[in-house]
């Protein structure tokens, strides 16, 4: 906790708060999911055990119309009938009629129990009136039918197999259910008051207490499948709430066992506890939010701008200033800030004005450490050949004024690698005037823009020719190569004079590595141009010495900037 910062400390509250309500929020699906996981699965037990009642009483129809399919009192009757006279006939008819009445008796569930001959057009039913003799003369197969409003098993004779025709029929006995007892069944499949139930016959007649949901009716219409062996359960939102639908088939009698329950009723306590909860959370939470904002604007927006002063100080730039005036401790502190600026500012501005003359005086220095020789050599040429080659005279003179006036101008403390070089090749032209010189000078024209310190090359192609070509007979040629590597230029100077072994390498290198310049005139010009380049440009740019093909030497150093690629290769050179 004691490295925990301003910020860390403002993105743990907000993460803790978050996660205080996204755990209450996942505890109140939970809890929510739970109850009303719990109530459906009450009510698809209630269903099923609907279900298993309201398959008990199908049985029982079905028994009972097997029952009297197969009686024998049943298929002898009109056989008898015509044997017996009036009266025997009618007790005969009037003891079939009590033994259907009295089956009534020991059941709840059938209604009614009916006979119907079709050949002789003769009925015996426990109901009143004969209005059922209409549906009784239209069955042509064994099954449940809902007609006239109540659900009837039929059961024909023969029983044992199926007649082909309706002409093969000799009785049928049907079987009719209570509507009353049917609908004191749904009592059963409900488990509240805001749960209700009803019958889907045939898919398309409602059999229920009072009045229906008609959006879930028509609903459920739309979505019952035939799966006897499943409880289907349904959503659905309407404009009165929410609502879950259970749907049990009942493959007998093709007709669904329908429950839907309002989930609103169950879940409001739950949602009323989740919203006061929910409110107290958010409370907090802007309270908190709004003691952070307060502690972001007087503390750590103020360490935050104080933060990005000091790293604008650090970059450099020195006329930074904080023009915030909090109203509070930060105000003497941001004060204090401005006013060690402008010292540094001072400070810095100072400095570099002593930098700029010291770098101004060893710029002089430098060009006053030009070989007085070469221009006493120059100038004995010119005076030798005034009268032979005037020609000669004449671009020895050109040279030496260029030479001289770049040397004598330069003040600034960078030049581009292109005015480097033709101060290069001014000198070279002049030397290669003097005596058997060759030279090339290769420059690749897209980099010659580039800035780089003033009298780096030139003073090495001086040595070049002084302590190379001069000390070493028929050597005559020196080559200046530019070359483009990954992060800046190589830059090389050969010639094939004199060249060191491997030992005097080494020693040279260690001569011109030493911090302070050698004793003596020799030595001190490269050791100058060595400490130079590492100054600025990094030690990776220190002079570096090899032997080259011709036997000679070559100095090779390297620039480290970004190459602005334009234009193609080109050279400076004294053929022709």
Do not use: C
Not at 90 to 98: A, D, G, R
Not at 169 to 197: M, R, T
Not at 252 to 263: F, G, K, S
């Amino acid at each position: 906790m004691r490295k925990v910062n301003m910020k860390q400390f403002i993105y743990f509250f907000l993460f803790f708060l978050l996660l205080t309500l996204g755990l209450f929020y996942i505890q109140g699906n939970m809890g929510t999911r739970s109850i009303k996981e719990s109530l459906i699965q009450s009510s698809k037990n209630q269903l099923d055990y609907t279900g298993r009642m309201l398959n008990g009483v199908i049985e029982e129809a079905n028994m009972y119309a097997v029952q009297y399919t197969a009686d024998n009192d049943v298929k002898n009757y009109q056989r008898q009938v015509k044997e017996l006279d009036m009266y025997s006939a009618q007790m005969k008819k009037l003891s079939i009629f009590n033994r259907l009445r009295d089956q009534l008796l020991s059941s709840q569930a059938v209604d009614d129990i009916g006979i119907y001959w079709r050949k002789e057009e003769e009925f015996i039913a426990t109901s009143k009136g004969d209005f059922y003799v209409p549906s009784f003369s239209t069955v042509n197969k064994r099954g449940w039918e809902y007609v006239d409003n109540s659900l009837f098993f039929f059961s024909i004779y023969p029983y044992i197999r199926q007649p082909k025709n309706a002409s093969e029929i000799e009785y049928i006995v049907g079987v009719s259910l209570k509507n009353a007892y049917l609908l004191n069944l749904l009592d059963n499949a409900v488990n509240a008051n805001e749960s209700k139930a009803f019958y889907l016959v045939n898919g398309t007649t409602v059999m229920s207490y009072g009045e229906m949901n008609e959006e879930i009716v028509e609903k459920i219409k739309a979505d019952a499948n035939s799966d006897s062996e499943k409880i289907a359960e349904f959503n659905y939102k309407t404009k009165d709430g929410d609502y879950f639908v259970l749907s049990k088939y009942i493959v007998a009698i093709d007709t669904y066992l329908i429950t839907y329950t309002r989930t609103n009723a169950f879940l409001n306590p739950l949602h009323r506890m989740q919203q006061v909860f929910s409110i107290s959370i958010i409370i907090i939470l802007l309270i908190g939010i709004s003691i952070l904002i307060t502690y972001y604007r007087n503390f750590y927006q103020n360490v935050y701008l104080l933060d990005k002063k000091f790293y604008q100080v650090e970059q450099g730039d020195y006329t930074t200033r904080i023009k915030e005036n909090p109203n509070n401790d930060f105000y003497r502190l941001f004060k204090s800030f401005n006013h060690m600026v402008a010292q540094i500012h001072a400070l810095f501005a100072t400095l570099k004005i002593e930098t700029d003359l010291r770098r101004k005086a060893e710029l002089k220095q430098l060009q006053a450490q030009i070989n007085p020789h070469f221009l006493y050599n120059s100038l004995f040429f010119i005076m030798s050949m005034a009268k032979v080659s005037p020609e000669s005279v004449i671009k020895m003179s050109k040279h030496l004024a260029e030479y001289y006036r770049y040397l004598t101008k330069k003040e600034s403390q960078d030049t581009t690698i292109a005015s480097e070089l033709e101060l290069a090749n001014h000198y070279l032209s002049i030397m290669s005037l003097v005596k058997n010189l060759d030279y090339e000078i290769i420059l690749p024209h897209e980099v010659g823009n580039h800035r780089m310190m003033p009298l780096i090359i030139q003073p090495i192609v001086e040595n070049a020719i002084q302590h190379g070509i001069e000390e070493r007979q028929g050597a005559y040629r020196v080559i200046i190569d530019i070359k483009e590597v990954e992060s800046g230029l190589l830059l090389a100077i050969a010639n094939d004079g004199k060249g060191l072994t491997d030992n005097e390498i080494q020693e040279l290198i260690s001569r011109i590595e030493q911090e302070t310049p050698p004793q003596g005139e020799r030595g001190i010009g490269l050791w100058n141009i060595n400490h130079r380049l590492k100054n600025i440009y990094g030690k990776q740019s220190k002079l570096q010495f090899s032997k080259n093909e011709w036997g000679g030497l070559t100095v090779m150093f390297f620039i480290d900037f970004t190459l602005d690629k334009e234009g193609d290769t080109h050279a400076f050179t004294n053929s022709g």
